[in-house]
């Protein structure tokens, strides 16, 4: 594997936030910030690390001076639609973008939720997974209980194992393959998220792992805030992005009447009737193997009618 320097170079975002004393994220964050600095320290022997953030203007007032500071945000969903409950959440590419135009000279690109901390060895895992040939990976946190609030603490929280989730919010890939990636306007702290990144990396990517079991990375206690049913029209709204990047890289504008998504159907295992174009049911179905199955398909069919292309 071959790196732009003479060590690996990783380059490493968060999305901070200001909060109310009522927020998770007023014990979270702080701890994340701090187990990213100690994870930096813990690796600079081996692995070249910057510490990235974006931000709303309001919030870099609470972002300590070792992460550094990109430009702030200057749009949110809010200005993509109307929602029940406005909540001023941050598009995922505009997050990426920021990322990608702050790390000349990095190779690898990684992205994780605000609440996931790191644990010290973080940054060397990245390493030996990458040296292994994969270019985009996920890695699964650990939950561990939630009697933790401070980073006084932070010792027991390394030393806590925790139990795996299945929750995807540590995303790891190769720089150059960022301008193929397609987000709509996908936003951050609502459901699905996580498999739009997913989609990209999965389709782009030479080599993708899904890593369930490793303890890398940790998150205090298990509230899943994001799942109240005042927010499900953000759930939609990813939903529907989803959707549309898959229609997308089916290279079928009528991708439910693909007669080559049809006709695996059945091996898919998505209990679907694609005449009716329910895509909220079909996107329902998508466990993380399907998502697979159902790219690795798309990219045949696309190489299949490349490969047609030139014969003629």
């Given at each position: 594997?071959?790196?732009?320097?003479?060590?690996?170079?990783?380059?490493?975002?968060?999305?901070?936030?200001?909060?109310?004393?009522?927020?998770?994220?007023?014990?979270?964050?702080?701890?994340?910030?701090?187990?990213?600095?100690?994870?930096?320290?813990?690796?600079?022997?081996?692995?070249?690390?910057?510490?990235?953030?974006?931000?709303?203007?309001?919030?870099?007032?609470?972002?300590?001076?070792?992460?550094?500071?990109?430009?702030?945000?200057?749009?949110?969903?809010?200005?993509?639609?109307?929602?029940?409950?406005?909540?001023?959440?941050?598009?995922?590419?505009d997050i990426l973008d920021r990322l990608y135009d702050n790390s000349d000279g990095a190779d690898y690109l990684v992205y994780t939720n605000l609440d996931i901390a790191l644990m010290p060895y973080f940054y060397m895992v990245i390493k030996d997974i990458i040296e292994?040939?994969?270019?985009?990976?996920?890695?699964?946190?650990?939950?561990?209980?939630?009697?933790?609030?401070?980073?006084?603490?932070?010792?027991?929280?390394?030393?806590?194992?925790?139990?795996?989730?299945?929750?995807?919010?540590?995303?790891?890939?190769?720089?150059?393959?960022?301008?193929?990636?397609?987000?709509?306007?996908?936003?951050?702290?609502?459901?699905?998220?996580?498999?739009?990144?997913?989609?990209?990396?999965?389709?782009?990517?030479?080599?993708?792992?899904?890593?369930?079991?490793?303890?890398?990375?940790?998150?205090?206690?298990?509230?899943?805030?994001?799942?109240?049913?005042?927010?499900?029209?953000?759930?939609?709204?990813?939903?529907?992005?989803l959707y549309d990047i898959l229609k997308d890289y089916s290279g079928n504008d009528a991708f439910c009447e693909n007669p080559i998504i049809k006709k695996q159907i059945k091996r898919l295992g998505i209990n679907h009737n694609w005449t009716t174009k329910k895509k909220?049911?079909?996107?329902?179905?998508?466990?993380?193997?399907?998502?697979?199955?159902?790219?690795?398909?798309?990219?045949?069919?696309?190489?299949?009618?490349?490969?047609?292309?030139?014969?003629?």
């Amino acid at each position: 594997m071959k790196f732009n320097s003479t060590k690996l170079h990783i380059a490493h975002i968060i999305n901070p936030v200001k909060v109310d004393r009522f927020s998770d994220l007023l014990i979270a964050q702080p701890i994340t910030f701090e187990s990213m600095r100690i994870a930096k320290k813990y690796s600079h022997n081996k692995v070249k690390v910057d510490l990235i953030t974006t931000q709303y203007e309001e919030d870099s007032v609470i972002i300590p001076d070792f992460l550094r500071k990109t430009g702030n945000l200057s749009r949110s969903i809010f200005d993509i639609g109307r929602f029940k409950v406005q909540r001023k959440l941050p598009l995922i590419k505009d997050i990426l973008d920021r990322l990608y135009d702050n790390s000349d000279g990095a190779d690898y690109l990684v992205y994780t939720n605000l609440d996931i901390a790191l644990m010290p060895y973080f940054y060397m895992v990245i390493k030996d997974i990458i040296e292994k040939g994969y270019d985009a990976f996920v890695i699964n946190r650990r939950t561990i209980n939630n009697n933790y609030k401070t980073i006084s603490q932070i010792s027991l929280m390394f030393a806590n194992v925790g139990k795996r989730h299945p929750g995807h919010d540590c995303f790891v890939f190769n720089r150059s393959l960022y301008p193929k990636f397609k987000f709509g306007t996908a936003c951050i702290g609502a459901n699905w998220i996580g498999k739009v990144i997913i989609a990209n990396l999965i389709y782009h990517s030479s080599k993708f792992q899904e890593f369930k079991d490793l303890h890398v990375t940790f998150h205090i206690g298990d509230k899943r805030n994001w799942r109240k049913p005042e927010y499900t029209d953000y759930d939609q709204h990813n939903e529907q992005i989803l959707y549309d990047i898959l229609k997308d890289y089916s290279g079928n504008d009528a991708f439910c009447e693909n007669p080559i998504i049809k006709k695996q159907i059945k091996r898919l295992g998505i209990n679907h009737n694609w005449t009716t174009k329910k895509k909220h049911w079909f996107v329902k179905s998508l466990t993380m193997s399907k998502l697979r199955n159902l790219i690795s398909l798309l990219q045949t069919n696309y190489k299949s009618s490349d490969k047609r292309s030139h014969d003629t």
